[in-house]
């Protein structure tokens, strides 16, 4: 059940500049989005969050967008920074529950 | 910064043994839940627990798993008897009252490994 796909499970990015993450969903119920960081041997970390009654959220480095007619959404950072290398998960909330992606790895090179 | 705990980092147990998995969400949050990740695959929602009652539950949490709140602290996993498909890393979560500034947001602990042998 593919509700929240992440197409891409890797993406290498220069320091300093953007990263752009995605992520795409099938279900129009879904009412709110997050995005998580994971380092490996931890728990997810929350990062930044949107309401589908919005189309842009920005929180320092990091901003999501949110393209409800496509039912898409980006994780935008910038400058990117080497700290940053993880896995990103986006996460959708539907009820009490959220619902994952299959994440993707960044890694950000000097 | 509160944060959520986990006790143990890691339990390894025997096939139909039955293991506790703890928690101890952040102290002013009152929705409690538990994910799991089994290796390679994505984290899956388990259940969700709010006022001492299961407010919703996957079809992965059969009659096997059960949770509770003992006391003002702690949120507990328990699998009554263990199976090999049971070895995951198991999430705890919390988030705050509905109508919160994060309500919507769950913050997860660091996570249980559980090794079934």
Redesign the interface.
């Known amino acids: 059940d593919q509700q929240v796909k992440q197409n891409s499970p890797s993406l290498s990015v220069q320091e300093g500049r953007i990263s752009i993450l995605n992520c795409d969903y099938t279900n129009s119920m879904f009412d709110?989005f997050?995005w998580?960081k994971k380092y490996p041997?931890?728990?997810?970390?929350?990062l930044i969050?949107i309401?589908s009654i919005k189309d842009k959220n920005e929180d320092g480095r990091f901003t999501v967008f949110l393209n409800k007619s496509a039912k898409h959404l980006s994780l935008h950072i910038v400058p990117s920074q080497p700290g940053d290398s993880a896995v990103y998960?986006c996460?959708a909330?539907v009820?009490?529950?959220?619902?994952?992606?299959?994440?993707t790895r960044l890694q950000v090179f000097p | 910064e509160p944060e959520?705990t986990?006790t143990p980092s890691h339990q390894v147990t025997q096939m139909g043994q039955e293991v506790i998995l703890r928690c101890v969400p952040i102290s002013n949050h009152l929705?409690f839940?538990w994910?799991r990740q089994i290796l390679g695959q994505?984290?899956?929602?388990l259940v969700?627990f709010?006022n001492n009652e299961i407010?919703?539950k996957?079809e992965i949490f059969d009659d096997q798993f059960s949770v509770e709140r003992p006391d003002g602290s702690n949120f507990t996993l328990k699998i009554r008897s263990t199976k090999l498909e049971d070895s995951a890393m198991y999430?705890c979560?919390s988030s705050e009252r509905e109508g919160g500034y994060s309500y919507?947001?769950?913050?997860?602990?660091?996570?249980t490994?559980l090794t079934v042998l």
């Not at chain 1, 041997?41 to 929350?46: H, K, L, S």
């Not at chain 2, 994505?42 to 929602?45: A, D, G, L, S, Y």
């Open positions: 709110y997050l998580y041997a931890e728990g997810p970390t929350f969050s309401s998960f996460a909330k009820t009490d529950k959220l619902i994952f992606g299959t994440g | 959520v986990q929705y839940y994910y994505k984290v899956e929602f969700s709010y407010s919703e996957s999430f979560a919507n947001e769950q913050f997860f602990g660091p996570g490994r």
